[in-house]
């Protein structure tokens, strides 16, 4: 018999509570479809009084007032937080969102780190940049003026962050807020909302004044359009689908709040002639198989010359074949766990039916695996011969899905590619360096790896195009929930 599943409570103000209708909802194990939790369902009225917890803290409580160097023991303190309770946040992965071993560097260990990199960020970040000094004809005469940029806390932050990478997506928010002083309420992904509550606990524990940092869940859209309708928000970040933040940012603008936007890609792999096929086939395939596929930045259209198209997919599907073990993430040796849910299960296998009618060749996968009657599994597809204007190499499909696309040269593979409505991310595969970093800067895309590698900590992250608005990551971060403000004064 299944365990029984663990009821949560929301964090307000420092307190933890239930939805004032006491209403909950239940969230599978997507890999077992049993019950791992039970969270509340908030209504519109717990979201306003978050806000308000939020709102009080920022106008009268200290952090906002607080010195970088509190700011940064705060942060580590958070870090040493989640390290002490390393192994709940991996069983929570593991169980609410299926998160393979395979993955838990970047979806743990990483975002530890990340929180201890924007601690030291906050100490490195110029709050007061002083301007060169200016003489100017007043109307009294000439003077010399002073000044100098300020930068204030961005205000009370409504953070919509998504379940996929649920805390590397959540401290990447939650790093730069503290960094310059703000405060917060988090309405996580109704999908996935245990690792904000996790998090919560972490920041009951550390010195974080109460009201601060806030989290309310539920299922309803209603809770992400209080956040972004209330005049006491003053910034949103949301991570999540194109068509969820377009509305996001139309309500936002109402009461003109910053916004910024992570969202979706349909990122590009450009592999040059000079890639042994044989020994590089994993490097292809594997970063659009990562957790099911179920990424933003992924690579999941490849391109290929022409010539090495067909060696280049006898290589990929060997190797998924061979490699990519399907089933419980609980099982260290997982390479594919499940998709979140059965609908997007259903929706990736549309997408699946409309490559085979457009005429896309399926090469391997395509179908549930038999073995596994329990759980929202897909096998690892690839699709061969594919035209860039087919849907499955136009539309993001956020399952373990790849299309192979032939190039007939350089120039073209660099046209497939920016041929998107996204710019999220990209990627090269070679040796030669100097011609790759040349491609990379010729792609429209928010970022470009070169052979996989990737700084998660220090550099910039978002998208161009229709893949959102704004920066992550790094000292961008901090502007992005900064608001700078000009302070001239007679020297
Ligand atoms: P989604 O758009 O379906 O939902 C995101 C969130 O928006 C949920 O919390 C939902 O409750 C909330 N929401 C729904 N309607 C709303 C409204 N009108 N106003 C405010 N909030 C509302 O996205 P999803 O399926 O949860 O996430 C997957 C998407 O996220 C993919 O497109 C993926 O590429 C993207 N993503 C982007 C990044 C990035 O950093 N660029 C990272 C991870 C995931």
Redesign the pocket.
């Given at each position: 018999m299944a365990a029984p599943a663990h009821s949560y409570r929301m964090y307000i103000d420092g307190k933890w509570t239930d939805a004032s209708s006491g209403a909950t909802y239940a969230l599978p194990n997507p890999a077992t479809e049993e019950s791992v939790g039970i969270v509340p369902d908030a209504t519109r009225e717990d979201m306003q009084r978050a806000i308000g917890a939020a709102r009080k803290a920022f106008d009268e409580g200290p952090w906002p007032k607080s010195t970088p160097q509190e700011r940064a023991r705060v942060l580590n303190q958070i870090a040493d937080g989640i390290e002490r309770r390393k192994e709940k946040f991996r069983e929570v992965l593991i169980a609410a969102h299926g998160v393979e071993y395979l993955t838990h560097q970047v979806q743990l260990e990483v975002p530890i780190t990340l929180l201890r990199t924007y601690a030291e960020l906050a100490l490195r970040f110029e709050f007061e940049q002083l301007l060169p000094i200016q003489s100017v004809q007043g109307p009294m005469g000439p003077m010399v003026v002073s000044s100098m940029a300020y930068h204030q806390p961005v205000g009370v932050c409504g953070m919509?962050?998504?379940?996929?990478?649920p805390l590397f997506?959540s401290v990447?928010k939650l790093g730069p807020a503290l960094a310059t002083g703000c405060s917060m309420v988090f309405?996580?992904?109704?999908?996935g909302p245990l690792i904000d509550l996790l998090l919560a606990e972490v920041v009951e524990e550390s010195d974080l004044p109460a009201g601060v940092y806030n989290v309310v869940c539920g299922e309803?859209?209603e809770?992400?359009?209080e956040?972004?309708e209330s005049p006491y928000v003053d910034k949103i970040s949301?991570?999540?689908?194109?068509?969820?933040?377009k509305?996001?940012m139309e309500?936002a603008s109402r009461t003109l709040k910053r916004v910024h936007l992570?969202?979706?890609?349909k990122s590009a792999a450009i592999i040059l002639d000079d890639y042994d096929l044989r020994a590089g086939a994993p490097g292809a395939a594997s970063p659009a198989y990562f957790h099911a596929g179920?990424?933003?930045?992924m690579h999941t259209r490849v391109l290929v010359s022409r010539e090495r198209h067909d060696e280049l997919v006898e290589n990929m599907s060997g190797f998924v074949k061979s490699f990519v073990k399907i089933g419980d993430p609980a099982d260290p040796k997982t390479i594919l766990g499940p998709v979140i849910r059965g609908e997007?299960r259903e929706s990736i296998e549309r997408y699946i039916e409309s490559g085979r009618e457009q005429g896309a060749d399926l090469v391997c996968g395509g179908g549930r695996p038999a073995e596994l009657s329990k759980g929202y599994f897909l096998e690892p597809t690839i699709f061969a011969n594919v035209k860039n204007d087919m849907k499955i190499a136009q539309e993001?499909i956020?399952g373990p899905v790849v299309s192979v696309i032939p190039f007939e040269d350089e120039d073209d593979a660099v046209r497939i590619a920016n041929d998107s409505s996204y710019g999220?991310s990209g990627g090269i595969l070679s040796n030669d360096t100097t011609r790759a970093l040349a491609i990379a800067k010729r792609l429209r895309t928010g970022g470009v790896t070169i052979n996989n590698a990737n700084n998660l900590l220090y550099s910039p992250?978002?998208?161009f195009k229709e893949?959102?608005i704004g920066r992550?990551g790094g000292m961008w971060g901090l502007h992005e929930y900064s608001e700078v403000q000009a302070i001239s004064w007679k020297a």
């Open positions: 919509i962050p998504t379940w996929n990478f997506v990447q309405k996580p992904s109704p999908l309803s859209a809770l992400g359009i956040l972004t949301f991570t999540g689908s194109v068509s969820t933040g509305r996001v309500a992570e969202l979706g890609g179920q990424g933003c930045a997007r993001e956020f999220l992250f978002g998208g893949s959102g992550e």
